[in-house]
Antibody, heavy 119, light 108 residues
């Protein structure tokens, strides 16, 4: 079955950088777009970024544009999120999420998330 | 402010039906054609329960989705105690994805 396992979260100081990873299994990773979605403590879901199945297009939410970079390595079935110039307000659980189609679509599977704390 | 607006809370008694609305607003409102719904329990990842008014396999037929104009709706019929939780709507355009602010469902 589909499995998405995030890693790389932790406690980091403001202004520093971090790289989150998401190991995917149980499906043809190279055929689906992927999202990062975050959730601040006690808050709702916030879309962070999208990458097409072949990595040719990336889209970002306004609050992270210019600071975060989404990437993927289809040979390793792994999704990444480079987060830089971190702010206190970036503190959140970051979810890796599979999209239902190669480019656009709804999220049909979620990872369990990795917590990033900026303090 | 989210591009998709949901009520903060809804409640109902066991056996009743409830509906959670999700209204698109702003410059992208006309581009949100397809909606999905997720349920989230505390400390857990969200789970897909409705997509484009369809149910994934394994989701109870007590859950149904619809859309009219700029508003999507999730209806839960035959309310049960374990339906309590947070519910989020979502939609996407060519360039972005949006989530509603979430609705807390309380079963009285």
């Amino acid at each position: 079955q589909v499995q998405l396992v995030e890693s790389g979260g932790g406690l980091v100081q403001p202004g520093r950088s971090l790289r989150l990873s998401c190991a995917a299994s149980g499906f043809d990773f190279s055929s689906y777009g992927m999202n990062w979605v975050r959730q601040a403590p006690g808050k709702g879901l916030e879309w962070v970024a999208t990458i097409w199945n072949d990595g040719s297009q990336e889209y970002y939410g306004d609050s992270v544009k210019g600071r975060f970079t989404i990437a993927r390595d289809n040979s390793k079935n792994t999704l990444y999120l480079e987060v830089s110039s971190l702010r206190v307000e970036d503190t959140a659980v970051y979810y890796c999420a599979k999209i239902s189609s190669p480019r656009l679509g709804y999220v049909d599977k979620w990872g369990q998330g990795t917590l990033v704390s900026v303090s | 402010q989210s591009a998709l607006t949901q009520p903060a809370s809804v409640s109902g008694s066991p056996g009743q039906s409830i509906t959670i609305s999700c209204t698109a607003a702003g410059s992208d409102a006309g581009f949100y054609h397809y909606f999905s719904w997720y349920r989230q329990f505390p400390g857990k990842a969200p789970k897909l329960i409705i997509y484009d008014s369809n149910r994934p396999s394994g989701v109870s037929n007590r859950f149904s989705g619809s859309k009219s104009g700029y508003t999507a709706s999730l209806t839960i019929s035959g309310l049960q105690a374990d339906d309590e939780g947070l519910y989020y709507c979502s939609s996407y355009t060519t360039f972005s994805t949006a989530f509603g602010g979430g609705t807390k469902l309380t079963v009285l």
